[in-house]
């Protein structure tokens, strides 16, 4: 019989599935509400010393695509409204309902004496975890400190200095750094924040991005009064680019646990990332959009498929994947390969003939009369776009 | 449609090559490139894709019988979905941003050309006339544009108005004509034809008034133009029986046509005596040998007398000349050519008279009536423009 039940930074989870610092996790009421759900711990909405001076500039949010179709989704929202203490009652009131589950406090400060004092406050409270939120793409100033890299997320000395504070202010409970993708290498940040003692890595944040104006009436959208700012984009989108940063950074034999983040959906987003070195994953923009009952798939679509493999934890197959990721250079390049439609399955849209005429080998023949698509298999040369543009998953299939 | 329920189901659609839609849609309407448009929220190119082929294109969106076209061959069907609502938002793209058409200058030297009949094979045929620069003049029974699609349509209200919508270019246009209440028949059809470049007929199909229903399954042709519609445009290519009535060589005729044209049984209705005083009575025996069965001494107020007949034509009228070949070529074509089946426009090969639109069969429709108007349209207009070019050279 095969168990979720997995540790991070040392912590028992009853599954590794975390509700992401989102509005989410902004409000006892929801986060009880997902924790009755089944999500194994939250990360609260990230707090500083002064989240009672923050105000949001609403509307915050705009989607790429509608509906079930969103691709994506970007936000120019901040951080936690409340005030610390009103935060950290929350934590209280949360470990006291909810034992057995992992309520992260993420925060933020802009001097030293207010991070050592929110970690201080977060173990106080009763917090499992604490998150070192230097990540967020709107960007996080050190006072008294210049930074030729602008903000702390991208410079690996105040990266290392302000871990090494929030790990010992905390102490005993475990801090970890969630890291931000927009950086050159993320493995120096990385690297750097291990040097500074962090428990573990949190991968990625949203990345940074901006919107185009509305072309009606050439005014961003969010914006406020024909103004707006740069945000942050996750959702589906994202989701590649976070397992690129979680496999850099997972295959850096630090010895710490990752916790992803980035387009998590189903459960075959999140073994994905299992494979691929997280220890367990964090959702926002699924649950924001589709609500804390996923998490039913997450788990039942997770246990089923390692029974299906044969793995009973997490651990069994956890980075597995990593050590398939090599240099280009080193792939073969005499393996035969080519594709087949199955003509059962195929309903002769013609999509894939179209594609392939202008974006492929012009391997693929078209009968106007019959609407049959072919691959001819001494032109194609395997590269598998056809695949994708088939709207029949399966239809197409390499040989 | 909203515009959110519009990008929602234009979304749904595949956007398949060669796509199937479009080649099933009578007016050949760019399908996938509209709904793409749509799409892109670019509705002005929509709305020009739309109207670019179809003139009457908020009206088609209402009432154009789109399962049977284009929505019968949404490759979507083959996965067991409902097809794209290619009507609705063909009618989205087409009420979006209207289109009233540019017509060009009159060209010179051209005779204006009359449309009898105001329905959408009319208006169809005088806007693709008028693009072609030709002045039209078209001839209405009714006091309102519209013709059956106004009057017998369940949605006519809508219609009548998206009508009017699609027409107005026409009505406001100084080279178009439009006389009302007024009725052609079949003498005053011969005497417009002197004064016009060429006459379309596109009287669509015969209503039925009170007293005059035919028995159940019958169809009833008031005179030999009916009758060449009802050749022209039926989909099952003949009348399984014929009645013909008249006296003279015409009727005779187009008895023999029928019976070499295969119609299983022709009747010949004359109210006298055939077979002796008559200088064609050679004929009359050849014909009775090819199976023509003659009743003699009978009007054909005789649809009492005949009530299993599906076709009855009165061909008094039909003794000119040139009316006779044309039916008599119609019986001919009729099984000759092989047609697509919503081709519902005839050119007629000698003279000026045309025939658009839908004559009296039960599966016309609206889109099919537009076609044939706008391909009778084009057809008069390359013509007259062949004989200017032949009077020029």
């Known amino acids: 019989m095969a168990t979720l039940e997995t540790r991070f ?54 989607s790429a695509g509608h509906g079930p179709a969103m691709r994506g989704l970007f936000n120019t929202d901040l951080i936690s409204e409340k005030r610390a203490d009103e935060m950290l009652e929350i934590v209280r009131q949360l470990k006291d309902r909810f034992p057995d589950r992992r309520v992260i406090v993420s925060i933020e400060a802009s001097n030293r004496s207010d991070w050592e004092s929110l970690a201080r406050r977060s173990r106080t409270a009763g917090a499992d975890l604490v998150e070192i939120a230097l990540s967020c793409p709107q960007g996080t100033d050190l006072e008294g400190y210049d930074s030729e890299y602008g903000t702390i997320s991208h410079d690996p000395t105040l990266t290392r200095t302000v871990t090494a504070w929030v790990v010992e202010a905390a102490r005993p409970m475990p801090a970890y750094v969630k890291l931000n993708s927009g950086v050159t290498d993320i493995t120096a940040i990385a690297a750097a924040a291990a040097e500074g003692g962090t428990a573990g890595f949190c991968v990625m944040d949203s990345l940074e991005s901006l919107r185009a104006p509305e072309l009606d009436s050439l005014r961003p959208d969010p914006g ?35 916790s992803g983040v980035g387009g998590v959906y189903d459960w075959r987003d999140a073994v994905e990332y299992f494979l691929l070195g997280a220890s367990n994953v964090q959702v926002c923009t699924g649950v924001m959009q589709r609500g804390f009952s996923i ?28 050590s398939s990721i090599v240099d280009n250079e080193s792939l073969r390049r005499d393996v035969p390969i080519y594709y087949e439609i199955d003509p059962d399955g195929c309903i002769g849209c013609g999509l894939c003939y179209v594609a392939c005429r202008d974006g492929g080998h012009q391997a693929i023949e078209f009968d106007s009369r019959t609407r049959r698509t072919t691959i001819v298999k001494e032109l194609c040369v395997g590269c598998g776009f056809c695949r994708g543009v088939c709207p029949i998953d399966g239809v197409i299939r390499p040989r | 449609m909203t515009r959110g329920v519009a990008l929602y189901e234009a979304a749904r659609c595949l956007g398949c090559h060669e796509a199937p839609c479009t080649s099933r849609c009578p007016v050949k309407i760019p399908v996938y490139e509209f709904i793409a448009s749509i799409l892109s929220t670019n509705f002005g190119r929509a709305a020009d894709l739309v109207y670019r082929a179809n003139p009457l294109a908020l009206t088609c969106g209402i009432s154009c019988p789109s399962w049977k076209y284009c929505e019968s061959g949404c490759t ?159 989909r099952s290519p003949l009348p399984p029986d014929i009645v013909v009535e008249g006296n003279g060589r015409a009727p005779l005729t187009i008895a023999m046509a029928a019976t070499g ?16 005083s008559r200088p064609w009575h050679r004929d009359l025996r050849e014909a009775m040998e090819r199976g023509v069965e003659v009743i003699r001494h009978t009007r054909v107020r005789a649809y009492q007398v005949l009530p299993d007949a599906s076709y009855v034509l009165e061909a008094h009228d039909a003794a000119n000349g040139e009316t006779r070949q044309m039916i008599t070529a119609a019986f001919a074509s009729v099984t000759a050519r092989e047609r697509e089946p919503w081709v519902d426009a005839v050119e007629e090969k000698a003279g000026n008279l045309y025939v658009a639109g839908e004559a009296s069969t039960a599966e016309t429709t609206l889109t099919a009536a537009v076609m044939g108007g706008l391909r009778t349209g084009r057809s008069i207009a390359a013509n007259i423009a062949d004989r200017r070019n032949r009077g020029d050279a």
């Not at chain 1, 979680?246 to 990752?258: Q, R, T």
């Not at chain 2, 060429?198 to 028995?215: D, I, L």
């Not at chain 2, 044209?261 to 002796?276: K, M, P």
Request: hydrophobic fraction near 40%; aromatic fraction near 6%; glycine fraction near 10%.
């Open chain 1, 9 to 62: 930074c040392g912590i028992p989870l009853v599954n590794p599935f975390l509700l992401a610092s989102s509005p989410s996790t902004d409000d006892l009421g929801m986060i009880a509400r997902a924790f009755e759900a089944g999500w194994a711990g939250a990360v609260l909405k990230t707090t500083s010393v002064e989240s009672d001076e923050v105000r949001i500039a609403y509307p915050i949010m705009k």
């Open chain 1, 224 to 258: 406020v009064e024909g103004l707006t700012s740069r945000g942050g984009y996750s959702g589906r989108a994202i989701k590649p680019v976070a397992l690129n940063v979680l496999s850099k950074v997972a295959a850096m034999n630090h010895g710490l646990p990752i």
């Open chain 1, 295 to 322: 998490i039913d798939d997450l788990l039942d679509g997770t246990l089923r498929w390692m029974e299906r493999h044969g793995f009973s934890t997490l651990d069994d197959y956890r980075a597995g994947a990593l």
């Open chain 2, 76 to 234: 979507l069907r083959k996965l067991g979905q409902e097809p794209v609502r290619i009507r609705a938002l063909h009618r989205f793209a087409a009420g979006q941003e209207h289109r009233t058409p540019v017509f060009p200058a009159i060209a010179n030297r051209s005779l204006p050309v009359a449309v009898v009949g105001a329905g959408p094979a009319g208006l169809a045929c005088a806007q693709a006339l008028r693009m072609s620069g030709i002045a039209v003049t078209i001839f209405e029974r009714e006091d309102r544009i519209g013709g059956n699609a106004a009057a017998h349509f369940p949605e006519r209200r809508e219609l009548q108005a998206a009508l009017y919508e699609d027409a107005k270019g026409l009505l406001e246009d100084d080279h178009v004509d439009i006389q009302l209440s007024t009725e052609v028949g079949y003498r005053f059809l011969q005497e417009i034809r002197r004064e016009f470049a060429a006459v379309c007929v596109a009287t669509g199909r015969p209503v039925w008034r009170s007293g005059q229903e035919p028995y159940h399954g019958q169809t009833m042709t008031g005179g030999p133009k009916d009758l060449l519609q009802a050749l022209y445009n039926r």
């Open chain 2, 261 to 276: 044209a295969g119609v299983g049984r022709v009747r010949l209705v004359t109210s006298g005596d055939a077979t002796v």
